[in-house]
């Protein structure tokens, strides 16, 4: 037996409501440029939008000009979308809570995640959307899920219970000392002012 091995997530496709409301929400809410427009092909009375997210993948979106937009909770039964997370710069983070009361849109105000901060808000048909700020870089050639996985295996260790900014510091600092060569006979801290 063997795996289909993934390499990220190439699109998500959302039931929207009619084709303006969708553009107006992914693009003018979010900044996400409109990129590609078709029939949904496996339904003629449907119209299928192609965003992108920022990373060059794809967010699209199904819209019927019968459907109106519902501002109920989208359901959260087991096998549902709870949410979906789109990564932002810490300057554009830092200007949500603003931006998003400018509009009137209710939001959860700035939750510490620890590892990033989020705010959480539902677009026009319910689904809760996350923007999220790793406040990290990772080193270069590494991956902020390398860094996740060593700050977990630290935190772990530590018997801490969530991963803090300390876990992320040592896990970018144990990285680059396995991937990054020296010249220096000892890579161990020192105290130049002793």
Known sequence: MRKLQVQGVHHITITGADRQSSIDFWE??????????????????????YF????????TIFTNEKRT????????????????????????????????DERGIRHSGVKDRGFMDSIYFKDPLGLLIELASYRFEPPRGSS????????HRIRVAAGDYNIAEKHLADAIELIVRRSQQTLSDSRAPADPYA
Do not use: K, W, Y
């Open 144 to 151: 902020h899920a390398e860094v996740m996985i060593e700050a």
């Open 69 to 100: 937009p519902v501002h109920d909770r989208t359901p959260t039964d087991p096998g549902c979308v709870h949410h979906l997370a789109f990564n932002v710069s810490h300057a554009t983070f830092a200007q949500a809570v603003e931006r998003l």
């Open 52 to 59: 992108d997210p920022g990373d060059g993948r794809l967010i």
């Open 28 to 49: 003018g809410v979010l900044g996400m440029p409109f990129i590609f427009d078709q029939p949904n092909l496996d339904n003629p009375d449907e119209g299928h939008l």
